[in-house]
Nanobody
């Protein structure tokens, strides 16, 4: 089993930055791939970025050039640096982990473990 805890959410103005963190514990050797998802009220949950144990990252088209995902394997932590935030970036951000590395990256059904989420609010 894997436990995930997010932190770093908050409220910022458009154009600002936030850095989210996710701490993994338990059977961390099973976290072959980790990712960030987000969900705004009335919208579907969407994949934001993912990274595997080799450090190979993938980001969604909607955030490319603005968001960067990184992973510290020895410390079992996952981070998401968010720059030039927009109001449409607002939502609950979730950390997720998959036991295997699939061909696809940003589909929520691929992931086995989820955190409780951290709220991000971007005002205009």
């Amino acid at each position: 089993q894997v436990q995930l805890v997010e932190s770093g959410g908050g409220s910022v103005q458009a154009g600002g930055s936030l850095r989210l963190s996710c701490a993994a514990s338990g059977s961390t050797y099973m976290t072959g791939r980790m990712a960030w998802f987000r969900q705004a009220p009335g919208k579907e949950r969407e994949g934001v970025a993912a990274i595997d144990i080799d450090g190979d990252p993938v980001v969604a088209n909607s955030v490319q050039g603005r968001f960067t995902i990184s992973r510290d394997i020895p410390k079992n932590t996952l981070s998401l640096q968010m720059n030039n935030l927009k109001p449409d970036d607002s939502g609950m951000y979730y950390c997720a982990a998959a036991t295997r590395r699939y061909t696809s990256w940003l589909s929520d059904w691929l992931y086995d473990y989820w955190g409780q989420g951290t709220q991000v609010t971007v005002s205009s």
